[in-house]
Structure formats: C-alpha cells, structure tokens
C-alpha cells in the first residue's frame, strides 16, 4: 500500500537519519495518515522501553573484575590512610609506584606482542622448532589464544592503572592542598601572635613608663 | 627493546583506521590500543545477541583472534567498527550453529523455566515491574527475536551503530536492514505491551 512506501523513510526518521527532503515527505504522510502517526508513536514506545535493558556488572568479566577489585582497593586504602592518619606523602612518593607499575606492564606488554609476532611467522612458514605433539597449527592456535587472553587481561589491568594512577594524582593534589591550607593557617596564627606579642610589649612600655613617671614625682 | 613512545601522550587519540594503518605497517602495539578501545563495546553486543548462559568473554577473545589475523589484509572499504562487528557476529552465528539447533527461547518457555510469569501464576506481568524487573523482560523479549532481527535491533538499539554500518556489519542492504528492524521492534512492541511492560510512559488518562 501507500504506507509501505514510507516504512523505510519512517525508520530514518525514527533513528534520527533522514535527511530534510525525507523528513518533509514523513512529516507530510503523517498529517495526513492516522495510522502511520500512531505506529510511529508506538515505534518511539518501544525504543524508551528498550533502554530498560541495562548489561549486568559481569560483562566486563568476571574474572576480571575480581582482579579489578584489587588496585582499586590498594588505591582506596591509601587514601584512607593518607587522609585518615595525617600521612604525608612525599610529593610525587604514590605517583612514582605507579609509574614504575604501568612502565613494567608496558615492558612486559611489549614484550608479549613482540612473542606473539615471532610466533606468527613461523606459523607461516609452517617450520618452526616446535613440540612434537600437537602439530604446528593446533600449537599456533593454542598460543595466539593464549596470547590473546594475555592482551585483554593486559588491556584491562593498564586501564585499572591509569584509574589507579589517577587516583594516586588525586590524592597527592588533596595532601598539597591540606598542606597549603595547613601553612596558610598557621601563617595566620603567627601573624595573630605577632600582634599580640607587639601589643604586650607596648603595653609593658607604657606601664613602665607610667611606674617611671609616678615615682619621679 | 626500547620503547621510544609514551604510553599515555597527550596527544589525541588516533582513529581506529590510522591504528589499523600503523599496524599494517609493523606496529602491534596499534592492534592493542584497538582492544582497549572496542572489547567492552564487542562484549556487550555479545552478551545481548547470545543471552547470559554464553561466556560473552570466550567470544569475545575469538573475535579478536580472528581479527588479528584479519587485520593485515584489512580494506578500508568498510569503517573497522563495521568490519569487526561483522566477525563478532559471524563468531555468534558459528556458536549457535555448533549448539546443533539453539533452543529458540519462547515466551511460553520462559514462562515454564519462571523467567517470566504466566498470568495469573506467580508475579504477574504488574509485580514484575514493580519488582524491577523490566530489565529482565525486555532482555527475554529481545531474545526471542529470530536472530537475523535480533541482531539489528541490538547493533542500532544498544550499540548505536547507523544502518550503513549495519548494513556493512551484515553484508545486506540497507533496506534489509531497515526492515528487519521495523519487523524487530513490531514484535518487541506486541510481546512487551502482552505483559504490560512499559517503561516510564505515564499511565493513560481513565477519563476524558
């Protein structure tokens, strides 16, 4: 029928793809066709109801969110005890770690993806100094799988890292901050005791010269 | 090996077809940046098209798997998000085909295993969005699409991808496409107003 014609042009619509002339001509059959208006409504129902379908924690991994638990909570725990206990981090102490942590994963990383090329080629040249058992295909197989595994569970742990070193960032701006306030308060307080002592020496002045005066006479 | 490049530059962040590029050309680190960015993404629509009883992770690292074998002799006629959609999906196809034949999950299966209610049993269609659970029967509702349509309506619904890259992503048409998805949802919309669902929409006024 007439409708059908418009089905694509409506989907445009519906999905925000239609250009002008296509949203014009839409916009047109709908004035004019009841029914088209309300399966269009019913089509924008639907999509709302569809965002009700949310992914559960576990994709991402499961495995990998056990893991994920371990940074986070080593990260947590420092701020607690930075924080809590009025620890001092040494400017750049927490930063450094973490550094060190996402440098040796890179190295190790790089390494890995360095392997895993080597093993490529030999796969290719279907000669290479491999285990009897197993042919050299299956093998190949098993390692790129197992280098694969590596290279997701990597790619995480560096994303757990920079969270971590972010963290790490934070807490280290939270402790120069508390230390500036610290020296600005203190800075306050020593100007308020300046004044103080300089008002009792005034006042000891006076009363001396008051004692002084009262006893020439 | 020394590495000369910083790991986290401030540089921005190259596409995915330049990082395909640089690792044609002998770069793998490039293919790695390419997991980081798209394996949530791929995992996801995994989950959505295959249902909770698959290791959407074991997918997953066969997508890539393949991917990387792929990548050197990858074309850039099709944007790589579509190219790798595309293996995902053919990684989820070959699955359900190995499952011999993937029970279709039915309403009235769901019903007998008490993923949804019958009415009248149990909590009805009402009790199970009052007990959240709208989730849950939108998530059954998608899944008892056949899985041609399944899969558009996850691709465009939760992945947001626009009908050329579907239509890249599924090797058809683009009216294909459309239409299956207008055939989608028109099964989405019967089967989740049956049970009542609704989501947010404020209830219809019961006078004039």
New interface residues.
């Given amino acids: 029928m007439e409708c059908e014609a418009f ?2 042009d409506q ?2 619509v519906l ?1 925000g ?1 239609a250009d002008a002339a296509t949203a014009r001509r839409v916009s047109e059959h709908h004035a004019a066709c009841a029914a088209c208006r309300e399966e269009m409504a ?2 924008r ?12 924690a576990s ?6 969110q056990e893991r994920r638990a371990a940074p986070w909570l080593a990260a947590a725990a420092a701020v607690l005890a930075a924080l809590g206990a009025g620890y001092a981090l040494r400017p750049g102490g927490g930063g450094a770690d973490v550094e060190a942590l ?1 440098a040796r994963q ?2 190790r ?3 890995e ?2 392997a ?2 080597a093993a490529l080629v030999p796969a290719a040249a279907a000669s290479g100094p491999r285990t009897a058992e197993g042919g050299p295909r299956v093998g190949s197989d098993e390692l ?2 197992r280098r ?2 590596a ?2 569970r ?2 995480e742990a ?2 757990d890292a ?1 969270v971590s ?1 972010r963290l790490a960032a934070l807490t280290e701006e939270a402790e120069t901050r508390r230390r500036y306030d610290l020296a600005r308060v203190s800075a306050g307080l020593s100007y308020l005791e300046g004044r103080t002592g300089q008002d009792m020496v005034r006042t000891t002045e006076l009363m001396g010269r008051v004692l002084q005066a009262s006893q020439q006479k | 090996m020394p590495s000369q490049e910083k790991p986290m530059s401030k540089a921005p962040a190259p596409s995915d077809e330049v990082l395909v590029e640089e690792f044609q050309r002998g770069d793998p680190y490039a293919f790695d940046v390419l997991i980081g960015r798209w394996d949530r993404k791929i995992q996801g629509a995994i989950y959505r098209i295959m249902g909770p009883e698959e290791d959407a992770r074991d997918l997953c690292q066969e997508t890539f798997l393949k991917a990387y074998r792929a990548l050197g002799t990858f074309k850039k006629e099709a944007r790589f998000s579509s190219w790798l959609y595309q293996i995902a999906l053919n990684v989820c196809r070959d699955r359900l085909r190995r499952r011999k034949s993937r029970p279709q999950v039915s309403l009235d299966e769901l019903m007998e295993a008490g993923e949804v209610a019958p009415f009248g049993r149990g909590p009805s269609p009402l009790d199970l969005i009052e007990a959240r659970d709208l989730s849950r029967a939108v998530a059954a509702a998608v899944e008892s699409l056949p899985q041609e349509q399944r899969e558009v309506v996850v691709l465009k619904e939760y992945q947001g991808l626009t009908f050329l890259e579907i239509a890249q992503a599924l090797d058809v048409p683009i009216s294909t496409v459309k239409t299956r998805l207008y055939r989608g949802l028109g099964q989405l919309r019967v089967r989740l107003e049956r049970q009542g669902i609704r989501a947010a929409t404020p209830l219809p006024a019961l006078t004039p």
Avoid: K
């Fill in positions: 089905r694509e989907m445009d999905y793809e019913g089509l129902r639907v999509r709302r109801d569809l965002t009700a379908w949310a992914l559960p994709v991402g991994p499961r495995r990998a996402l890179e190295t990383h790089r390494a993806m360095a895993l090329r790129l799988l694969m595994q290279m997701i990597d790619s560096r994303q920079r070193a």
